[in-house]
């Protein structure tokens, strides 16, 4: 038979646990998806869309697509970060400049916009270069074309995934600086490539793991 002391004590620490047990999550909560919700609806014009999506944080960019000002980012042939994939997901993701209604996937078309899954999901660090006449893309609400292929990634569980592609039309930025981005596998060999990243809206990907360099 227990202990009625035993038992007593049991439940006093139960009692007293619990609400620091709920609080902790919630502080889970909200340094993950939540945080990023929040930071995207604290932007200027940002939106959370739930929809279908190009994730292009990681594509590299093929030069010999350039057309004025603009850019085609997501072909990738290779698997040694020397180029990368725009993505395609389903679910949350923020549009920075358009609303959700002008980024409403269709058919075979889907817009760019901004999550973090890749480096919470599949452990994608931040490579930062720092190219003088590097070239670089803003992905962000461009349109894009689904491939219909798909490209093996595995997330932090181990599990390989098939995830669909798409190839998007950027915009073009030609003035150098630092450049960053979730391609290039964390090795600044590869800062040659152009990449879209993040210099249209600076910060973003400071929540999110960086690369060891």
Known sequence: MPNPVHVARFTLALFFLAPLLFLAAACDSKDGKD???KRC???PSGEICDQKYALCIAAS???DTIDGDTIECGRCDSDDGS???CYVFEGKSC???KPCSEVRPSGDIVYSTYSEVLSL???FGVL????PDGRQAGCMDAECRLTGETVELTDSLGVTQNVPTAVCKCRLISNGGEQSTLGGKCNTENCSSIWSTAKDHPGVLS???QCSQ
């Not at 930062?128 to 190219?131: K, R």
């Open 95 to 97: 549009s920075y400049n």
């Open 207 to 209: 929540f999110v793991p």
């Open 41 to 43: 609806l604290d932007s």
């Open 121 to 123: 999901e599949y452990d």
């Open 128 to 131: 930062t270069c720092d190219e």
């Open 83 to 85: 180029c990368g994939h």
């Open 61 to 63: 960019c093929d030069p």
């Open 35 to 37: 945080s990023f919700e």
